[in-house]
C-alpha cells in the first residue's frame, strides 16, 4: 500500500509518498512564507493560488524521488481541514482529479490528527493511551489520545492559538513572518530576566490556554519604553526573549497539569511550535524528573508537510476508514470528530 499525501492547508504545499511497508519514500515542500512576508501574514487568494501553481510539480518530483509511477499508487490522501477554505479546496480539487484518474481512493485527512501522528514517521511512537500537546499557528490542544482516531480534547486555546503569539508579538517587535522562528533566533541574544511577562493560565486547574492578554501586555510594554526612544535591538531581544518564556512556559504548565490529571506517561508534542527548543528543552527536563517520556517528530515534520498526511493517509486505509469518497473542504473541523480505526 503506497499513498500520495497533499497538504495544502495554509501556506506550505507538502507532498509526500508513504508506503505501510518500507515507511516514507519520499517529501517535498514548497514554503510560501516569502510571499506573505510583506503583508506580515498568510493572504488567502495568494495562499489557494500558489498551491495550485506548485502542486502538480511537487507530485512528480516526489515520484522521481521515489523512483514511482503514478500508477503505483494505491490511495491519494490530503488535508480537507481544519485550515483556510480556498487553500484546502486548492488540495482537494487537484487530489480528487488525480485520485479519480488514477482509480484509487482519495483520503480526506485531518490536519491535527496528522501532526499528532507525525512521530510515527520516525518509527518512534508511545503506546496508547498517551497526551497530546498540539502547538500550531491556528491551534493548541491538549488532546487525551486514546487511539487511532480516538481522541478527546482536554484543553484548548480560548482565543489565540500558541504559534499565533509568537507571530503577533514578532510583529510588534517588527519582526518578520513566521514570528516563532524570528522570535526564538532573537530570544537567543537577550537578556534573561531583563523584562518578565505574565504566564497565561499559570497554576490554573482547567486545562485551557489563553494568549490574548500576553500580547497586550508585550504592546503595552513596548508602548512605555517607546515613549523616550526607539527600540534598540538589545531591547528587542531581551523582549522576545520573555515573551517566548511566556508562551513556553504556559505551555509546560498546561502539560503538565495534563498529565498529573490523566497519569499518563507519554507526551506527544507536535506542530509547528512543536518545534521551539527552548520548549523541547524544557519539556524534555520538567518530563525526565517525573518519569514522563516526551515523543517529538524531527523539526522538519512538526512544521506543516506532507509526510504527516501521506501517513496518516496510509494508516486510514489500512485500517478501513478511509472515510467519503468525495470528502469536502472542512475549514473548522473538531479533531474528536474524526473516526476511530485500526490499522491492519
Ligand atoms: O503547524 P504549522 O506549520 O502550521 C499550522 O498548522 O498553523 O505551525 C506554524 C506556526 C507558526 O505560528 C510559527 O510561528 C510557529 O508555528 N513556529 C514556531 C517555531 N517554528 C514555527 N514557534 C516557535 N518556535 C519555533 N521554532
Ligand atoms: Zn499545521
Redesign the pocket.
Known amino acids: 500500500m503506497r499513498v500520495l499525501g497533499i497538504e495544502t ?2 501556506d ?1 504545499t507538502g507532498v509526500a509518498i508513504y508506503e505501510a511497508r518500507r515507511g516514507l519514500l519520499a517529501h517535498r515542500l514548497y514554503s510560501q512564507a516569502a510571499q506573505h512576508a510583506e503583508f506580515g501574514g498568510v493572504v488567502p487568494e495568494l495562499a489557494s493560488r500558489d498551491h495550485l501553481k506548485r502542486l502538480a510539480v511537487l507530485v512528480n518530483l516526489a515520484l522521481e524521488d521515489a523512483n514511482l509511477k503514478k500508477t503505483d499508487l494505491s490511495g491519494i490522501a490530503c488535508t480537507a481541514g481544519p485550515g483556510l477554505i480556498g487553500a484546502l479546496l486548492a488540495g482537494l480539487v487537484f487530489s480528487g482529479g488525480l485520485a479519480r484518474a488514477l482509480g484509487v481512493p482519495l483520503i480526506g485527512v485531518h ?1 491535527m490528527e496528522a ?1 499528532l501522528l507525525a512521530p510515527l514517521l520516525e518509527g518512534d511512537s508511545p503506546e496508547f493511551p498517551y497526551l497530546a500537546l498540539l502547538v ?3 491551534h493548541s490542544l491538549l488532546v487525551d489520545v486514546r487511539g487511532y482516531g480516538d481522541y478527546a480534547v482536554l484543553g484548548e486555546s480560548l482565543d489565540d492559538a500558541a ?2 503569539a ?2 503577533k508579538g514578532a510583529k510588534l517587535l517588527g519582526l518578520g513572518y ?4 524570528e ?2 533566533r532573537l530570544a537567543e541574544k537577550g537578556e534573561p530576566g531583563r523584562f518578565s511577562l505574565p504566564v497565561p493560565m499559570r497554576g490554573r486547574k482547567e486545562l485551557n490556554f489563553s494568549f490574548s492578554g500576553l500580547k497586550t501586555a508585550l504592546l503595552y510594554m513596548v508602548r512605555d519604553l517607546t515613549a523616550e526612544s526607539a527600540l534598540t535591538g538589545d531591547d528587542r531581544a531581551s523582549l522576545a526573549l520573555a515573551l517566548e518564556t511566556a508562551i513556553v512556559e504556559s505551555l509546560v504548565d498546561r502539560s503538565t497539569r495534563a498529565l498529573d490529571a490523566t497519569g499518563y506517561g507519554s507526551l506527544v508534542v507536535a ?3 512543536g ?3 527552548r520548549l523541547r528543552l524544557q519539556l524534555k527536563d520538567v518530563c525526565g524528573n517525573t518519569g514522563v517520556s516526551v515523543y517529538y517528530p524531527r523539526v522538519e515534520f ?3 508537510n506532507g509526510a504527516m498526511i501521506a501517513l496518516t493517509g496510509c494508516l486510514r486505509l489500512a485500517g478501513g476508514a478511509p472515510g467519503p469518497a468525495a470528502p469536502d473542504a472542512r475549514p473548522r473541523w473538531n479533531i474528536n470528530e474524526v473516526t476511530p480505526f485500526s490499522p491492519a
Not at 178 to 181: I, S
Request: net charge negative; charged share 20%.
Open positions: 492547508s495554509c506550505e490536519h501532526h500550531s499557528g491556528g504559534g499565533e509568537f507571530d513566521p514570528g516563532g522562528p522570535i526564538a506542530g509547528g511550535v518545534a521551539n527548543r512538526c512544521t506543516d
